[in-house]
C-alpha cells in the first residue's frame, strides 16, 4: 500500500515516462483505468519482482535494464524497449523512498545471517507449514537462514515417487521455465497437467545441501501392510497418483459414492444438488458431522449469498457458515458507502437512489420503513423522476439549466402539494407545479426524501474536483457518518468501515509528510473496491457446520469430505497474462503463474479429501437450457477416471461412457422437477433405494404439478354456487356486459392478475407512448368540461411541460399541440359539443332490477349518473371506438329513462375516431312509443342477469368480439386478439378454440346485442 503511494506520487512528475498517464484526466469515461489505478497496478508490479525475482531490481538499482536473467554468455537479458520505463520509475520511486529496497539489501543479508553475523530473533528450530510450491527467491532465505538455524521446510507434495524421480537438480538458481521442464519424469496425467508448482519446487530443492526426506503418501503405506485392500474410486485415484504410475485400467465397474460429479443449471440449483448430496451422507454415515465437510468455491461471491438459505431448505437442513469473505460482502455499511459513492458519481438515476433507499444502513440513519420506500417508489412514476440530483447535477451531462424530471424539482412539488391544495393543474411560486396527491402520513415520507436528498447534494459537493488523501478521508467519513446509522449491536460495522478509511491516510504518509497527490473521484471508487474486496477476519474451522470458503484458505487441509461448489469455465478461467509483467515474458521455475495455479488447487482438493470428492458445475445454461461443455480441467478428470477402470468390466460399453455414467449425474433445471423425488431417476450410491433430494418444500411443489390443470371454458367447468349481491352498480353492469373474465375473477374469486411491472425512467423522455397522449389528452378533455378560460389552459400547458412528463423543450410544444390538436377536432366534430361538455348536472339513480333467467333475482341499482347537459348524457373519450363506450352509455341511458321516464332523454358517445376517420359523435335516442321504458328496464334486466351469471362461471363475452359475433356471426380472430389485451381475459380464454367458443359465444352476444337495438332507434348523427 505504501509503495501504491509512491508510485503515484511518482506519476505525477512531468517526468514520468509512464505511457498515457499524464493523457488522463479526473473524468475519464467509466471504464477507462484511474490514476490510483494506474499506480496500483504498477506497484503490484514492482512487488511480484521483488518476491519472485529479487535479481531483476537488483540489475536495476546498478542501472541495467535487464530482466534478472543472463544469457548463455552470461550477459544481462535486456528489456524490450517499449518496457523500459518500467526501471525508469522503479527508480525514481527509490529515490522518492530515499531506502533501499528489499531486493537490493537481499544479497548482502543473505551472506550477513548465512555468516553468523546476524542474530535472527528466531527459536533454534524453524519449521515452514503447508506449502505447495517455493520460489527462487524464497528458497535463498531459507537456504541462509538453515546455516545459523534448524529449519524444517514441510513441503506437500502430491507424489513422493515424482519428487524421487525429477531429474533436475537446480539447487536454488534461477532458471527459465523454457530450458527446465520438471514434469518431463512424470508418469501420472494429472500430476503432469495439474502439480506443475510442486515439480517445479521439486527440481529447486533437489541439488541443495540440505537432507530430504520423504513420506509416503498413507494409501501406500496401506497398500504394502495390506495389498489385498479393496480400494475406492477415490482411493484409487490418490493412490496412482501419490505412485506416479498412470492408471492401470484395473478398477472394478462398480458404483461408490467416493467420486461424485453433478451437473446443474446454475448457482442455486449447484447448492440445491450439494445440499442433498451432502444429506445422503449423513443419513448414511452417523459418524459424519457436518465440520468433517469443506467446501470450496473457486468464485465465492457468486455463491455465498445464496449459501445459508439453500441449505437451511428441506427435511434434512444442512447447517452452513460462509468463511474467507471480503469487506464488502459481509458489513452493509461498506456496501452502503460504495452505492452512496458511485450515485453521487453518476447520475443519480430513480432506480439507483431508491435501491439506496432499501439499504438498512440508509433506512437506519433517516426512519426509513418499507412503506416510505414504496411510497417513493409510486411518487417516482406519479412525479415523472428520471436522473440528476438537481439541474446544476445534471448538467455535467446536459447542457442548460433543465431541472424537470431531477430529484429536486420532484421534491419540490411534493412540498408545494402539501401546503396547498390543487384541484388542476397549475403553476405555483417559483414555477413549481404542486403535487396534489400527498397524504396526511405521506408528508412524513416527504421530509425523509428531501432529507436524504439534501444530503446527497452535500456529499455530491463534497466529492466534486481533486483533493489530496487528507481531504478524502475526511469527506469520505462525513458521508458515513451523515448517511448511514446501525444498531447498536452493529456499531463495528460503521467503525469497521471509517477505520479502514482512516488507514488510507496512514498509508499514504511518506517521509512522516501526507501525501499531497491530488486524486479525482473515480480514484476514490477504485481505492473503495479495493477496500471491500479486502478479506476480513480468520478462517473459521469446526464450527459445527459445513465450512464454505475460497480454495486458498483451505489448500491441503484434509477432511472426510471434500466439495468443490462451481467448478465452471468462468470460474477456472485465468485472468491471462499482463503484458507489462516482465515475469510472464521469460518466466522462471518456481515463479508464480495464475494459468496452473488453479489447477494445483485442483489437485490439492482432491488428495485431501479422505471418503467423498464432490464437485458441482454448470452443466447446461438456465436461461436456454442449452447443454453446456465441461471444462477442459473436469474433462481431464474423467478421463483419468475413465483410465481407471476395467475395460474387460463394462459390458460392451466404452471407458468414457462408462467414467461419465460412473461419476457424472445431470440434474433437472427445477427443485420441483420429479426425476428429484422418483426413486432410480438419479443415481444414489449411498442410498439406491432413496430419491435424491430432501426438500419438502420442492416436493410439495411437484405434487401440484402433477395434478392436471383446471379447464375453464364454459360448460366444461361447474358453476359456482349463486351469488346475489344486494345493490349493484351501474360499473358493475357495464363490466360483466364487457368483460365479464373481470366479474368472475375479481369479484368472485378475489383474484389480481400482475400487470407488467413498470420499469423505472433513467432517461430524459424524448417523444410521448400513445398511453402517455391519451393520459394528457383525457386530462385536457377534463379541463375542457370545466370551461377553463384561456388562461388557465395555458396554465394547464405550462404545468405539462414542468411536470417531467414530456419531452424536453420545444420537442414538449411539439407533443402538446399533437394532443391539442386531436382533442379540438373531438370537440369539433359536432357544432353542440363544446357546449354540451362544459355542463355537468347529475341525476340519482334507485331502481329495482330484476334477472331474466330460471331464478329470478332482485338487484336494487344504485347509481349517480354525471356530465348531463339537461337531458343529455355527454360521453366523450380521448380513445379509439370501442363498442364498450355504445354499451355502458345505453345501460346509463336506460337507468335514466326507467327512473325519469317523463323526460325526453338521449346520449352522444363521441371519440377520435379510427386512425383514417375523422371523429363523427354517436347519438343514441331511445325508441319511441309505449315500450320505451319496458325496453329499458328489458336491458338493464338483462345487464343484471349476465352480472349475475358471470359471477357463477366464466361467460364468453367480449367487448370487440361479441359485437363483430352479433353482426357478422361469425368470430373474428383479429377482434379476439384485441380482447386479449385484457389480462384477465387473456388468462381464462386465451386456449379457446375459436371454433368450439362459438356455439356459446354467439346465444350471449344475440341477448345483449338484441336488447341493446331493441332499446335504441336506428337514428345516428
Known sequence: DHLTWSVLQVLQSPSSQVPDFLAQTPHDVAGSRGRYSTARRIADLFDGYENNRPEMLQQWALGRDGDGTFDEHTAVVPLAA?????????????????????????????????????????PQRVSVFGVSAVSPGQLSVINALAAVRDVHLFLLHPSVVAWQQCRQQLAGRLTLRSACDATANVSHR?????????????????????????YAHPLLRTLDAAPQVPLSLLHQLQADIAADHDPSGTHPFAADNSVQVH???????????????????????????????????????????????VFARGSLPVPVYVSDLSLGATNPVAVALTAAIQLVAGRCTAAELLGLCALAPIQRRLGLSEDDISTIDRWISDLNTTWGLDADHRSEWLSGNFAEGTWAASIDRLLMGAAMATPSPRVGPDGIVPFDDVPTGGLRTAGLLAELVARLRVARTATLGDHPIDYWVDALTNIARSL?????????????????????????????????????????????TDINSAPRGRLTLRSGAVTITGMVPVRN?????????????????????????????????????????????????????????????????????????LPVQLIEFKDTVAATLDPQALGGISVDTAAEQLILTRHPRQAYDESNFTVGKLPVAAQPDQPFSFDSGMFDAAIVRRE??????????????????????????????????????????????????????TEIPLDISPLDASHIGTDLLAQRRRASTPDQLEQWRIAQQLSGALPPRELSQSALNAVESEVSKLIQSHPDLAELITHSESA????????????PASVQLVATLTDLAGHTLVRVHYNRPNPRYQLTAALHLAAAVVAYPEHPWKAVVATRGDSSTKPKPEWLTPAAGPQRVAAAQHLLDVALTLRLQALR??????????????????IDEGKLDKDFRDTYTKFLWEDADPDQLLPAAAPLARVLWDAYHSFLTDEAS
Open 953 to 970: 362461471e366464466p361467460l364468453p363475452l367480449f367487448e370487440h368480439t361479441s359485437a363483430d359475433l352479433y353482426a357478422t356471426g361469425c
Open 263 to 309: 451437473a446443474c443449471h446454475g448457482a442455486t440449483r449447484q447448492l440445491e444438488v450439494l445440499r442433498d448430496a451432502l444429506g445422503h451422507l449423513f443419513a448414511t454415515d452417523p459418524t459424519l458431522t457436518p465440520h468433517d465437510v469443506i467446501v470450496v468455491c473457486p468464485d465465492l461471491p457468486r455463491f455465498a449469498p445464496l449459501a445459508a438459505s
Open 708 to 761: 392436471p390443470a383446471a379447464t375453464l371454458p364454459s360448460g366444461t367447468a361447474a358453476p359456482l354456487p349463486p351469488l346475489v349481491p344486494d345493490t349493484v352498480s351501474l360499473v358493475d353492469l357495464a363490466q360483466s356486459c364487457t368483460r365479464p373474465s373481470r366479474t368472475y375473477l375479481i369479484d368472485r374469486l378475489d383474484v389480481r392478475m400482475p400487470g407488467q411491472p413498470d420499469e423505472i425512467a
Open 82 to 122: 517499449d518496457q523500459l520505463w518500467q526501471p525508469a520509475l522503479w527508480r525514481e520511486v527509490q529515490s522518492l523512498i530515499a531506502l533501499p529496497s528489499r531486493a537490493e539489501r537481499l544479497p548482502q543479508l543473505l551472506a550477513d545471517l548465512s555468516r553468523g553475523n546476524i542474530e535472527p530473533l528466531l
Open 557 to 629: 487441509l484434509a477432511a472426510r469430505v471434500i466439495c468443490i461448489l462451481g467448478l465452471d469455465e468462468s470460474s477456472l478461467r485465468s485472468s491471462g497474462s499482463d503484458g507489462d509483467d516482465l515475469l510472464g515474458a521469460r518466466p522462471c521455475v518456481g515463479e508464480r503463474d495464475p494459468r496452473v495455479e488453479g489447477r494445483h488447487l485442483l489437485l490439492d482438493a482432491l488428495m485431501a479429501a479422505g471418503e467423498q470428492f464432490i464437485i458441482t458445475c454448470d452443466g447446461s445454461d438456465i436461461t436456454t437450457n442449452r447443454k453446456l461443455p
Open 844 to 855: 340519482l339513480i334507485d331502481l329495482a332490477l330484476t334477472s331474466t333467467g330460471t331464478e
Open 484 to 528: 448511514f446509522a446501525t444498531a447498536p449491536n452493529d456499531a463495528w460495522q460503521l467503525a469497521q468501515v471509517i477505520g479502514a478509511i482512516e488507514d488510507l491516510r496512514t498509508n499514504s504518509i511518506l517521509a512522516g509528510a501526507a501525501n499531497e497527490v491530488p486524486l479525482a473521484l473515480n480514484d476514490i471508487r477504485a481505492l473503495l
Open 190 to 214: 494429472l500430476t503432469r497437467s495439474w502439480a506443475r508448482p510442486s515439480m517445479e519446487a521439486a527440481a529447486l530443492l533437489r541439488g541443495l545441501s540440505a537432507q530430504q526426506f520423504a
